[in-house]
């Protein structure tokens, strides 16, 4: 070979190396992301522990885009956002997350997990089977968990004579639902609605002041979840028991929780933007639900309450704090 050719052929082979580089480099799958809770919440934490099980490692073909949003009303401009640089949408929990999502989206495909409203009912999707367009995810039918929450109640209070319901926007059919429930099984319901920004927890309590020791249903709600150490606390120094939805709120003090596991399900989202990211069209997977659903006692807090719960009922717990 002579000296020039074998220079030209040197030069090529410098400008191919790092070309053939950049190809093996993984794709990089940007995933977006806005909740009201830190991003240290455990069922952010359990989402990426997922998607690394399934390969996508963080920063290396993986990124998870997530934007704290201030306050329900906070979502629109943080999707608008998330929108322009990342490749899914991830929405969770509340109606309005959804909706910032969806409008913001344009073709960019939407995982969502409905945690407090019908995605169907509301016109997101067109069916569970096939909800078409660009969104799919998990649904959680909260109405039927409020009734069952109210049920689970009745068990673990049988003197009980008056219920309240905590409800705001984001959890009034659950009320709603909840209340039915209650009067068919000797309670007399009484409505609880959350006011202002922070909601003012003790204020909605006054219908239930002539009524010590009488329980509480602390629903499905982004804002209750966050705000769920305060309401624990606030319930504990009335002496008043407590079922909830999540059972982060009854590890911070509430008496039981029913309903499903957050992490469970955030891990659960991960499967469904796997295949998205793989090349599924969202619209075409059927929406998944929740496998199940979630047992919890907090005997710490029945003791502070003088209240033994009965032994059939803890039999079927998931999880006992003592």
Same mark, same amino acid.
């Given at each position: 070979?002579?000296?020039?050719?074998?220079?030209?052929?040197?030069?090529?082979?410098?400008?191919?190396?790092?070309?053939?580089?950049?190809?093996?480099?993984?794709?990089?799958?940007?995933?977006?992301?806005?909740?009201?809770?830190?991003?240290?919440?455990?069922?952010?934490?359990?989402?990426?522990?997922?998607?690394?099980?399934?390969?996508?490692?963080?920063?290396?073909?993986?990124?998870?885009?997530?934007?704290?949003?201030?306050?329900?009303?906070?979502?629109?401009?943080?999707?608008?956002?998330?929108?322009?640089?990342?490749?899914?949408?991830?929405?969770?929990?509340?109606?309005?997350?959804?909706?910032?999502?969806?409008?913001?989206?344009?073709?960019?495909?939407?995982?969502?997990?409905?945690?407090?409203?019908?995605?169907?009912?509301?016109?997101?999707?067109?069916?569970?089977?096939?909800?078409?367009?660009?969104?799919? #995810?998990?649904?959680?039918?909260? =109405? *039927? !968990?409020? &009734? @069952?929450?109210?049920?689970? $109640?009745?068990?673990?209070? %049988?003197?009980?004579?008056?219920?309240?319901?905590?409800?705001?926007?984001?959890?009034?059919?659950?009320?709603?639902?909840?209340?039915?429930?209650?009067?068919?099984? #000797?309670?007399?319901?009484?409505? =609880? *609605? !959350?006011? &202002? @920004?922070?909601?003012?927890? $003790?204020?909605?309590?006054? %219908?239930?002041?002539?009524?010590?020791?009488?329980?509480?249903?602390?629903?499905?709600?982004?804002?209750?979840?966050?705000?769920?150490?305060?309401?624990?606390?606030?319930?504990?120094?009335?002496?008043?028991?407590?079922?909830?939805?999540?059972?982060?709120?009854?590890?911070?003090?509430?008496?039981?929780?029913?309903?499903?596991?957050?992490?469970?399900?955030?891990?659960?989202?991960?499967?469904?933007?796997?295949?998205?990211?793989?090349?599924?069209?969202?619209?075409?997977?059927?929406?998944?639900?929740?496998?199940?659903?979630?047992?919890?006692?907090?005997?710490?807090?029945?003791?502070?309450?003088?209240?033994?719960?009965?032994?059939?009922?803890?039999?079927?717990?998931?999880?006992?704090?003592?």
């Amino acid at each position: 070979m002579k000296r020039r050719e074998f220079i030209t052929l040197l030069g090529a082979a410098a400008v191919a190396l790092p070309l053939a580089a950049r190809a093996q480099q993984p794709k990089m799958l940007r995933v977006g992301y806005s909740g009201i809770l830190p991003r240290e919440a455990p069922h952010y934490a359990a989402f990426e522990r997922r998607m690394a099980e399934l390969g996508y490692q963080q920063g290396r073909n993986f990124t998870f885009e997530y934007i704290q949003a201030p306050s329900i009303e906070g979502y629109e401009p943080i999707y608008r956002e998330l929108a322009a640089k990342v490749d899914i949408l991830l929405a969770a929990g509340n109606e309005p997350a959804l909706r910032a999502a969806r409008d913001a989206a344009g073709a960019t495909p939407i995982v969502f997990i409905a945690v407090d409203f019908d995605p169907v009912e509301r016109g997101y999707v067109a069916s569970l089977s096939r909800p078409g367009g660009n969104m799919t #995810g998990i649904f959680v039918s909260q =109405l *039927e !968990l409020a &009734g @069952k929450r109210v049920e689970l $109640l009745r068990e673990a209070l %049988p003197q009980a004579r008056r219920v309240g319901l905590f409800w705001d926007d984001a959890s009034r059919e659950q009320a709603t639902a909840a209340a039915a429930v209650a009067a068919k099984l #000797g309670f007399e319901p009484r409505l =609880l *609605e !959350l006011i &202002g @920004k922070p909601p003012n927890y $003790l204020a909605a309590l006054t %219908p239930m002041d002539g009524s010590p020791g009488e329980p509480i249903m602390i629903p499905a709600s982004p804002l209750m979840l966050r705000d769920g150490a305060t309401i624990a606390r606030l319930l504990l120094e009335r002496r008043t028991p407590s079922t909830c939805a999540f059972r982060e709120v009854m590890e911070k003090g509430a008496l039981m929780s029913y309903g499903v596991n957050l992490v469970d399900v955030f891990r659960d989202a991960a499967a469904f933007v796997d295949q998205v990211a793989k090349g599924s069209k969202a619209g075409n997977l059927p929406m998944g639900a929740p496998s199940h659903f979630h047992i919890a006692f907090n005997l710490t807090t029945a003791k502070a309450l003088g209240l033994e719960i009965p032994p059939m009922l803890l039999a079927r717990a998931d999880e006992v704090i003592e």
